[in-house]
Nanobody, 124 residues
Framework: QVQLVESGGGSVQAGDSLRLSCAAS????????MGWFRQAPGKEREFVAA????????YYTDSVKGRFTISRDNAKNTVYLQMNSLNTEDTAVYYC?????????????????WGQGTHVTVTT
């Protein structure tokens, strides 16, 4: 049974940092591409960042480039999202997802497994 469990969310002030983690089990983690998506209140889920199976490729949505960093530790079956210089536009539920072909995909439909999400709230 595949499980993706996000953690690290919380309520912070604008300008602060958070690091999200997603621990995977029940799959051969090092073969999977991983992605982070988010869904703000009243909005559709959107792509945030993705990383290929070996970390060789990473992609970011424009609004987080230079502020967010995706990384992975295949020995720990965990993917991370370091978020710096947070602003109120980053408020959302953040989801991690796993893609079995190992790609860093920006399209949510290509992902096979999803976590339950972790809340991030940024206030001024």
């Amino acid at each position: 049974q595949v499980q993706l469990v996000e953690s690290g969310g919380g309520s912070v002030q604008a300008g602060d940092s958070l690091r999200l983690s997603c621990a995977a089990s029940g799959l051969f983690f090092s073969r999977y591409g991983m992605g982070w998506f988010r869904q703000a209140p009243g909005k559709e889920r959107e792509f945030v960042a993705a990383i290929s199976w070996n970390g060789g490729e990473t992609y970011y949505t424009d609004s987080v480039k230079g502020r967010f960093t995706i990384s992975r530790d295949n020995a720990k079956n965990t993917v991370y999202l370091q978020m710096n210089s947070l602003n109120t536009e980053d408020t959302a539920v953040y989801y991690c997802a796993a893609e079995k072909l190992g790609r860093a995909s920006m399209r949510s439909v290509l992902y096979d497994y999803w976590g339950q999400g972790t809340h991030v709230t940024v206030t001024t």
